[in-house]
């Protein structure tokens, strides 16, 4: 988040007037900030010290009598581990699969909210509750529906003769990565299309007016007016959903458990595996570490790509 | 082709594309309504009954009061098993509600103090504190989990609403105060200025001039801290202990995933879980859609 | 650590507040956790002239019972009180991760013979001491799986909550359809049988398995399945691996496997994604006919209402030349902090676990065979079969003399070390790489069996 509002800010002019005179003024401001700055660094610097500590340190805990320092030992632990490949590729796969899937349902829905008829308003209404539920929920049902012997997926597809026997949906490692993202899609598509609503509702009309005089079909307005105006809060969505989708948690660990054949099993499982099961503390600070360094790299790239095509 | 023609069909694909969007979202969702008033036996019938065959509220009724559903009769010594922790979710519930509602005014009162000085205020090492709030957000929960563990143990606070408010505002202020920041950049400065000249204090145009401004903006922050903390599990499981303090994800995982788990009430539990969000989103959606086009109007 | 007893003592003596108490630790160089730890320490130490308190931590199981078996419990013991605490049974293990990390005040705990040797070396729990002599004198009356399960390095480090044993189940309804008298007896004769099955239609899948990843009941089944066979085994004395071999018990059962799923199409390929509960919910419903449980999911397959086919669910012995399967122990565990805690504290520690999991006045206590009459779980006394109550209570649902045998079958997991959770992990990905053809069933165990060495050799 830090980095669009920095390239958001980068991109503006600076505010018009300011008030001089720092005294009273600064000491409001920091009397203001006072509260968000403690909550925040009581919960944030502490612990990623405490991290960046252990992530240096043997700290295995059922050898509780060695702590010794290992340098940067712990990553170079994660780099040789058995799950890094595994882990790396099925959030690959996740991610590209489940933003780009995200983000079209997000602006066609949004298109579509867009349009003035009564269906719009209803849409809008019903849309958005799915985002509301806890991913534990969404993850409860969806494996609920999707379970082969009971599931009433299977059971609608059989009556109507689509299919004989039943499709194991979330035991087939392909059709589980599917599945795992129409889960994320219902669960994050909602918000991503209100927000590209926003975008879309931020357009001037005078912006279409002025095309539709010059005779431009749909698509060369969507191409060439909305696409382009649309960037920011695109851009936005593209690097919320990164995240979440790179860092998703609750939704694998309820639907699919990491499985079949690790297929669905993401780097953010194996931090939590790397502390919670392998009570390897060391290891999975060192990992969790590598996962913010990642993102951090994904979205400056992002930027980048973005700063050099506004500059084109 | 003619145009009323045309539009007709475009109107027709349009409501033919909402059926499909409406199916999409609501479907899961009307599933696991009629699967709550189904009987374990019936849930396990195949092909599944898309109605239920015979109705029953003995799903909530066991929630509510612990009448042992009739698909669960005793007969013998022996009685099916039955998730006991599902009478455990109207507590659940409150405590939800209750973390949900405190994290949402924390935020909305200390997120727009802290959101107001960021857009309008000039003072030494504002870039400094503004990157390091949004900067703490980029590592990954899990990596700070044990290490929350100790400083909420540390302070005596586990199995409190306290110490899961605190966790939770760590989580949120940072997106409330960088939305609100740009929300308040957004709003004219001029009417701000004339007050400030009239001799008002910073807090005072604060709350008599920005906020009923922004009002779209702080209900859309405080609904996105609602949800965060009304559906955050993986906290929620590790500092809460009892039923005093644990969340409904915290009881829901376990309603589902215990040995003695059953889909029927399974399903009455997810259904009483999705009531308030349900609320929540519906009550707000108006001023969610329009508290994010002001925010990203400027873009 | 000298200048922090002292401290201790000061404050316990009530010579310091609890805050000066702190500056002084955090001056000492110590985390604010372990000065908060040991003030709680010092503040249940303050305590124990008046009422005792004791930390219970269990998984949420039967919670209703268990609460009132504390009721019983402190009646007959007033100066005692239970402070109970329940979490859900698939996080129970990382919410006890965090908890011991923590110090949370933990005294006496639920654990289990997956998590002793990671427990034990991590000193959160501790082994039976002197003070605790009539719990390991009882020794000679466990099933030896009951007995292996508790100890660690010679020593013993609980007492039975139960002990239940893997179980190959049936549904006599789909093989008296299908015309056949007898279970099977090998592996061989399985396949036969359920493609008996399915070709009259009864069952698409007969089999349905308990594989899911996320499910560490998925690696039991598997070892079960090996144990069933000729020369059974995964390790040898010296823990070094032997499942690798070529044509070992492993090497058979994983071939097994991949035939039924891929080629006979007898093994629901769900299976890989199916945990306890959903094995349970499919088994009632009909789908299947052969599944591999635990003995307790028989007597909720047969209670009247959970299914069209209660009461036709039947047991066997594993099929295979041997007939051995996997059996585990949940325990009573003692914890490290509890040895910290005065004598008055530990004598009432002997005297629940006396209550909850041993004998009364030289009887079984009413919480062991109220675990085994109302909810059928297994135990791990052979002289409980004895008893007429427990006979009638598991026959109605069951074959008590099965039931036994195949405790008598039953052997402890192999492999069952601090580093087994790492295997664990990764064995269970790899095993379903082989079922599903993406890898050689050669090159899996290859893969288990480097991965155990360089475990082995870690932590060596």
Known sequence: MANVTAATEAGRTPALRRRPGPGREAIYAYLTLLPVLLVVAAFSLYPILYAAYLSLHKELLTDPGDHHFVGFGNYVDVFHSFYLVDSVTSTLVFVLMSVPAVMVFGLLVALLLNQAFAGAGILRVAVLLPWALPPVVSGIIWRWILNDDYGVLNSILRQLSIVHYAIPWLSNPQLARVALVFAQVWHEGPLAAIFLLAGLRAIPAETYGAARVDGAGWWAIFRHITLPLLRAPLLLVLIYETIVAAVTFDLVYIMTGGGPANATALVSWFAYTEVFKFVNLGNGSALAFLIAAALLVIILGYLRALRVESNR | ?299 | MKDLENLTAELAGGRLSRREFVQRVVGLGLSGTAAFALMEACGQGSQSSGSIQLSFVTWSYGVSTIQDNIKKFQSSHKNVQIQFQDFAWTNYHDTMVARFTGKTPTDICYSSDHWLSEWAAARWITPLSSGFSDLTSYKSDYFPYVLQGMTYQGKLYGIPYYADTWAFLYNQDHLQRAGISTPPQTWEELTQQALEIKSKGIANYPVLLLFSQSDPGSIEVWESMVFSRQDGHLFDDNLNPVFNRAGSAAAKVIDWIRDAMNNARIMDPASLTSEEIPVVKAMASGAHTFTILETYNQAELNKSGSGPFAGKFKMAPMPGETHNTVGYVRFYAVTDQLTRRPPDVQKAADQFLQYFGGKVNGTFSPVVVRWAVENGLGFGWKSLWDDQQVRTAFSQWGDPDMLRRNQELARIKEGLTKYFPDWDVFTRAELQKAYLGQTSTQAALDAMAEKWKSLKQGNS
Not at chain 2, 12 to 23: C, D, E, S
Not at chain 2, 184 to 213: K, N, S, T, Y
């Open chain 2, 1 to 299: 082709m003619t145009s009323a023609r045309r539009k007709l069909l475009q109107k027709g694909g349009l409501w033919a594309a909402t059926v499909v969007v409406l199916f999409f979202v609501l479907a899961p969702m009307l599933w696991i309504l009629d699967s709550s008033f189904q009987g374990e036996n019936e849930l396990l019938t195949r092909p599944s009954h898309l109605l239920p065959q015979q109705p029953t509220v003995g799903n909530f009724d066991y929630i509510f009061t612990g009448a042992i559903p009739r698909s669960f009769e005793v007969t013998g010594t022996l009685r099916s098993r039955i998730s006991q922790e599902a009478r455990e979710v109207p507590q659940a519930l409150e405590n939800s509600i209750i973390v949900a509602v405190a994290v949402t005014i924390a935020n909305a009162v200390l997120g727009a103090l802290a959101a107001y000085s960021f857009a309008r205020l000039r003072f030494a090492g504002k870039t400094l504190a503004f990157n390091f709030l949004l900067g703490s957000r980029l590592l990954p929960a899990i990596a700070v989990a044990i290490p929350y563990y100790a400083i909420i143990n540390a302070a005596n606070l586990l199995d409190t609403y306290t110490g899961l408010i605190l966790v939770d505002l760590t989580f949120t202020l940072p997106f409330t105060v960088w939305f609100l920041r740009d929300h308040f950049r957004a709003l004219p400065e001029e009417i701000e200025e004339a007050a400030l000249i009239d001799g008002c204090g910073r807090l005072q145009v604060l709350f008599r001039i920005v906020l009923p401004l922004a009002a779209p903006g702080l209900v859309a922050a405080g609904a996105f801290a609602f949800m965060f903390s009304y559906n955050e599990f993986l906290f929620a499981l590790l500092l809460t202990q009892t039923i005093k303090s644990q969340t409904l994800p915290v009881i829901l995982a376990s309603v589902a995933t215990n040995p003695d788990a059953s889909l029927a009430l399974t399903a009455a539990s997810v259904v009483l879980a999705m009531v308030p969000p349900l609320l929540f989103a519906l009550g707000f959606q108006r001023f969610l859609a329009r508290g994010l086009v002001a925010a990203l109007g400027r873009t």
